[in-house]
């Protein structure tokens, strides 16, 4: 028979909330492909008129693209900060349902990005309102979860500079669709990259200083 704590630990298992977690995750990458209409053309449209109507979804498919990429890089950031976790305490508990809150919402905001970003600023500064969200979740996660980790098994270095590097390219794209009057998908996809380029040369960086260090 299973005693108080055993029955304790199975509630706060860490298994329980990536299953959880998982779930919202796939859930969420699946109704960003709903945005991706097909185009109502009638009876034999034209390979012109075809063309067309795709070439006028190209909104939708950016804001496709960039909603998958983030969900999916949440996803990975979330498994990667709890990966030294056994038992999920209450508040890293708390911490990821409202990163999940986050996710939830994405494929809403991006669904009024592909529909409006080039003609409305709000558009494009309530899609990266959210994803500030997600990214300070997650930062404000990886500080709870390493405050109680063993310092051999915390994560790595380059992973904070990722998610700030991230987060910094969201808050600077709230007002982009506003400084950018059309282009505020195009800003906030620029603003993207940047951030992977500034990640890329950062771990780059930090592991020839630590290389540098192990050889001398």
Sequence with gaps: ?????????????????????????????????????????????????????LADLEPRYLSFLVSFYAIASYWRRHRREMRTVQVSPPRLVRLTLFLLLTITVLPFVSNVLGSYGNQAGIAVAAYAGVNVFAAGTLLVIRYVVDKHAPPKEAANEHARYELWFDLAAFVLAVPSGYVFPGEGPQALIALLALSAVASYVTRHLLKRRTNAGASS
């Design 1 to 53: 028979m299973k005693t108080l704590t055993d029955e304790a630990r199975d509630e706060r298992s860490i298994a329980r909330l990536f299953a959880l977690c998982d779930g919202v995750f796939a859930i969420a990458m699946t109704l960003l492909a709903l945005d991706l209409r097909v185009p109502d053309l009638g009876k034999d449209p034209s390979d012109a008129s075809l063309r067309g109507a």
